[in-house]
């Protein structure tokens, strides 16, 4: 039964997730910022995920509240992302692009630069 419960929980947490890219496709951040922390929060809902909070889910969340303008709820997220993704392998190349991505991304918050952060954000 707890399997099926975790599995239930995955299946939501990825459908979620997908909704928030959707909607950030079509510019709809309030949305897709609601669909990405229900992500959040069924992924490790029922037992323990081999890594969560997830780092990618929180970088979404950070994309988005940079998009809706909120930099410093954007930069929170994003600090935590990257310190997600440190306690990942960082020899494997994803892991790797994802870190410079997301420092990157810090950078260009902490710099404050609205211009370059909204280039960076473009899909």
């Known amino acids: 039964m707890?399997?099926?419960?975790?599995?239930?929980?995955?299946a939501k947490s990825g459908w979620y997730s997908g909704r928030g890219h959707?909607?950030?496709?079509?510019?709809?951040?309030?949305k897709a910022l609601r669909y990405y922390e229900l992500a959040l929060e069924y992924e490790?809902?029922?037992?323990?995920?081999s890594i969560c909070?997830?780092?990618v889910a929180i970088e979404c969340i950070a994309r988005t509240q940079a998009r809706l303008?909120?930099?410093?709820?954007?930069?929170?997220?994003a600090e935590k992302s990257?310190?997600?993704y440190g306690q990942l392998d960082p020899n494997t190349k994803l892991v790797a692009d994802c870190t410079n991505r997301v420092e990157f991304f810090?950078?260009?918050?902490k710099a404050g630069n609205t211009d370059e952060i909204n280039k960076f954000l473009v899909i």
């Open 2 to 10: 707890k399997l099926i419960r975790e599995l239930i929980s995955g």
């Open 22 to 30: 959707k909607a950030t496709r079509r510019g709809e951040y309030e």
């Open 44 to 49: 490790g809902k029922e037992g323990k995920c």
């Open 53 to 55: 909070p997830n780092p």
């Open 69 to 77: 303008g909120n930099l410093k709820e954007a930069l929170i997220a």
């Open 82 to 84: 990257q310190e997600l």
């Open 106 to 109: 810090i950078a260009l918050l």
